[in-house]
């Protein structure tokens, strides 16, 4: 299965470069931050195309995963549907074309006959990326596509790709918010099993090119299937002493916060935006653990980072499963699974990860975590 892992290198890439694309060419750009400035008449189209931008780089993953893996194509999930009504109440469906020509023809149905914007897009969606440097030489993966699914986030952290506020980033410092929060997730799960075996992210505003000033990408990636533990990112060293560090969100409930600042102290609780994001700072050691007491994320949100941290020896729990747990941390019934719906949801709400999570990277860390939630939540 190397070679799976070296398309979604290369699909994550093209998702990286529409990404890009739609925030450097302007006609795209307009449509994406129209909703500042438009009227109420526009807010139904631009809020298509921000979700445009999504589906169509979910699509080009679906095709291009397809065409090389045929038995993966029932099984490939995402965020979006593929339905759009456009402005004229005409119901479209979006797909990557055989040709770009016939691309941009049907995305310029949705985008309101603007064939300038279409064109800008099927051009990044037909485009091939440049070679990936991965070291995927030599890996073997025992498992086959017909054993596989796929969880696609096309754009993780929308809102803060549309508010899209540059950062510099700095070695070893975790940034709250900003383009860099914005990833594409690709994450691939085992069908009878559910866990994570394999997953790329792509970050595609890592850097800016001082020579040009545009905008570079950066990609992470692990396997984890049975005795092959392989990760892009080498294990963080943990400072002697350095106390542990927890990221949340923005949004978590005061009772957790306050619980966490009593066990880390305030200036080890950090907070960022993007659920993916969060995980890849558990990845990096930014952060030891990232908590969530609320069923906001999805299995698309999880899946890829959860399989770079089984690969380092971490992973990602059901929060509420671990704080019932009898066994505790050991237990694997606790870690978070991919191949099955809540069936007393509806829509999205049916892959949620309904209990919250912890990520981390060492089970050690995240005993200490659960002790001090135990009786908040
Ligand atoms: C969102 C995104 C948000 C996150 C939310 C996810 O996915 O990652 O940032 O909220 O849970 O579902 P928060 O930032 O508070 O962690 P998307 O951007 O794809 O909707
Ligand atoms: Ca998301």
Same mark, same amino acid.
């Given at each position: 299965?190397?070679?799976?892992?070296?398309?979604? *290198?290369?699909?994550?890439? @093209?998702?990286?470069?529409?990404?890009?694309?739609?925030?450097?060419?302007?006609?795209?750009?307009?449509?994406?931050?129209?909703? @500042?400035?438009?009227?109420?008449?526009?807010?139904?189209?631009?809020?298509?195309?921000?979700?445009?931008? =999504?589906?169509?780089?979910?699509?080009?993953?679906?095709? =291009?995963?397809?065409?090389?893996?045929?038995?993966?194509?029932?099984?490939?999930?995402?965020?979006?549907?593929?339905?759009?009504?456009?402005?004229?109440?005409?119901?479209?469906?979006?797909?990557?074309?055989?040709?770009?020509?016939?691309?941009?023809?049907?995305?310029?149905?949705? /985008?309101?006959?603007?064939?300038?914007?279409?064109?800008?897009?099927?051009?990044?969606?037909?485009?091939?990326?440049?070679?990936?440097?991965?070291?995927? =030489?030599? *890996?073997?993966?025992?498992?086959?596509?017909?054993?596989?699914?796929?969880?696609?986030?096309?754009? &993780?952290?929308?809102?803060?790709?549309?508010?899209?506020?540059?950062?510099? *980033?700095?070695?070893?410092?975790?940034?709250?918010?900003?383009?860099?929060?914005?990833?594409?997730?690709?994450?691939?799960?085992?069908?009878?099993?559910?866990?994570?075996?394999?997953?790329?992210?792509?970050?595609?505003?890592?850097?800016?090119?001082?020579?040009?000033?545009?905008?570079?990408?950066?990609?992470?990636?692990?396997?984890?299937?049975?005795?092959?533990?392989?990760?892009?990112?080498?294990?963080?060293? &943990?400072?002697?002493?350095?106390?542990?560090?927890?990221?949340?969100?923005?949004?978590? @409930?005061?009772?957790?916060?306050?619980?966490?600042?009593?066990?880390?102290?305030?200036?080890?609780?950090?907070?960022?935006?993007?659920?993916?994001?969060?995980?890849?700072?558990?990845?990096?050691? /930014?952060? &030891?653990?990232?908590?969530?007491?609320?069923?906001?994320?999805?299995?698309?949100?999880?899946?890829?980072?959860?399989?770079?941290?089984?690969?380092?020896?971490?992973?990602?729990?059901?929060?509420?499963?671990?704080?019932?747990?009898?066994?505790?941390?050991? &237990?694997?019934?606790?870690?978070?699974?991919?191949?099955?719906?809540?069936?007393?949801?509806?829509?999205?709400?049916?892959?949620?990860?309904?209990?919250?999570?912890?990520?981390?990277?060492?089970?050690?860390? /995240?005993?200490?975590?659960?002790?001090?939630? @135990?009786?908040?939540?």
């Amino acid at each position: 299965m190397a070679d799976l892992l070296r398309l979604l *290198l290369r699909v994550a890439e @093209k998702a990286a470069n529409v990404a890009r694309v739609c925030r450097q060419e302007a006609p795209l750009f307009q449509l994406l931050v129209q909703e @500042k400035t438009g009227d109420d008449k526009n807010k139904k189209f631009v809020q298509d195309f921000k979700t445009l931008a =999504d589906v169509v780089i979910q699509e080009m993953i679906r095709h =291009d995963v397809g065409a090389q893996f045929p038995e993966m194509a029932g099984f490939i999930h995402g965020e979006e549907s593929n339905k759009f009504e456009n402005g004229l109440g005409e119901c479209v469906t979006v797909t990557v074309c055989s040709t770009e020509e016939e691309t941009a023809a049907l995305l310029a149905t949705v /985008l309101g006959g603007d064939h300038t914007a279409a064109s800008l897009l099927a051009r990044a969606i037909h485009q091939d990326p440049a070679t990936i440097a991965a070291d995927t =030489d030599g *890996l073997a993966v025992p498992l086959s596509p017909s054993e596989l699914g796929i969880w696609i986030d096309p754009i &993780d952290a929308t809102s803060q790709y549309i508010e899209g506020r540059e950062e510099v *980033l700095e070695e070893g410092r975790l940034f709250p918010s900003g383009l860099h929060c914005a990833l594409v997730l690709i994450g691939v799960y085992l069908r009878s099993t559910g866990e994570p075996v394999m997953g790329v992210i792509n970050q595609p505003f890592n850097y800016k090119d001082p020579a040009g000033g545009r905008w570079k990408g950066k990609h992470f990636w692990g396997v984890s299937c049975g005795s092959i533990n392989v990760c892009s990112v080498s294990r963080p060293k &943990d400072g002697p002493g350095a106390g542990l560090s927890v990221v949340l969100s923005s949004s978590e @409930k005061p009772v957790v916060k306050d619980a966490l600042t009593s066990l880390c102290g305030p200036d080890k609780l950090m907070f960022a935006s993007g659920a993916g994001y969060k995980i890849l700072c558990v990845i990096q050691g /930014l952060a &030891d653990v990232y908590v969530l007491s609320e069923g906001s994320t999805f299995k698309w949100d999880s899946c890829a980072p959860h399989a770079l941290l089984r690969a380092l020896g971490g992973g990602v729990v059901d929060l509420n499963k671990c704080l019932q747990s009898s066994s505790g941390v050991q &237990d694997p019934q606790i870690e978070l699974t991919y191949h099955q719906p809540n069936t007393e949801r509806k829509g999205a709400e049916r892959w949620a990860n309904h209990g919250g999570l912890v990520a981390y990277r060492d089970s050690s860390q /995240l005993r200490s975590i659960i002790g001090p939630l @135990k009786d908040k939540l």
